[in-house]
């Protein structure tokens, strides 16, 4: 920013984010899982590997859910 130009306004109040409720939903599916819900691991591919293991269970389970 150069010196002589006005900084930026600064929105005020609630603003909705784009697509945050996504991840925070996501999110909450994965502390469903006890072994996620703390960081424990001490590798960083043992953590990854727990991830795909805990949305391949959601993934599955709504694919064998019966229809209503």
């Known amino acids: 920013m150069r010196a002589d130009a006005e ?3 600064r929105p005020s109040g609630f603003r909705v984010l784009a697509h945050r409720w996504v991840v925070e939903r996501t999110i909450a599916w994965l502390t ?3 072994r ?3 960081d424990y ?3 960083v591919e ?3 590997m727990l991830l795909y293991i805990a949305m391949s ?3 599955l389970r709504r694919l064998t859910r019966k229809e209503r």
């Open 36 to 38: 996620l819900a703390k």
């Open 32 to 34: 469903t899982h006890r």
């Open 57 to 59: 269970r959601i993934l």
């Open 41 to 43: 691991e001490r590798l």
């Open 46 to 48: 043992t953590g990854e």
């Open 7 to 9: 900084p930026p306004t």
